[in-house]
């Protein structure tokens, strides 16, 4: 072989090498971790009426198969409740199936640990027609301890946008109305 045709070969060896090397090299891209509210909400028109529930969706993806827990914590509310109504938006497009929610006492997530229902709360779940409203009524008033979800089986609603919804309870005792508690604010990725 003459020389040069031998570095030629040398060469593109050698570059064939790096390139591999280089590829191997490059960092991981990084991704958000889904189903996770922002640790900042930022609200154009801040109302002193607007209170912050917290959630939890295993996916925020759209289309994508998910389970979303809509929680009352204990230090949110101030009542038993006897009836727990949820408004939807009504460009929500996913469809609500009441045989897919369950009223459950919960064991909120952290960075170690996941959101799980602890129990069942036997209760009666109905959706209305027009798929705006949600309806609880547990058999027995959900005492005020604890903290309770709202756990709904779906598939993400179509399109990236947000959804508020809002939880009204309606507590035990002479007078059947039921209040605001509070607004979970969810973003589809």
């Given at each position: 072989m003459k020389p040069s045709i031998f570095r030629q070969a040398l060469c593109v060896s050698a570059a064939a090498v790096l390139t591999t090397v280089s590829h191997s090299l490059t960092?991981?891209?990084a991704h958000a971790q889904g189903g996770t509210p922002g640790l900042m909400e930022f609200r154009w028109d801040s109302d002193r009426n607007y209170r912050k529930l917290y959630?939890?969706?295993t996916s925020s993806i759209e289309n994508d198969r998910s389970e979303w827990y809509l929680h009352l914590r204990?230090?949110?509310?101030?009542t038993s409740i006897m009836k727990l109504t949820v408004t939807v938006p009504d460009y929500?497009?996913?469809?609500?199936r009441p045989e897919r929610m369950t009223l459950c006492r919960t064991s909120s997530g952290s960075m170690t640990k996941r959101t799980r229902c602890l129990e069942e709360v036997p209760a009666t779940?109905?959706?209305n027609k027009?798929?705006?409203a949600i309806e609880v009524y547990p058999d027995t008033p959900v005492p005020v301890e604890g903290d309770y979800s709202l756990r709904i089986k779906l598939f993400n609603p179509q399109g990236k946008r947000m959804y508020q919804l809002n939880a009204l309870i309606q507590a035990p005792g002479d007078v059947?109305?039921?209040g605001y508690v509070g607004s979970w604010l969810i973003d589809m990725d």
């Open positions: 960092t991981p891209t959630y939890f969706q204990a230090k949110d509310r101030k929500f497009d996913a469809k609500l779940i109905e959706v027009t798929q705006t059947p109305m039921s």
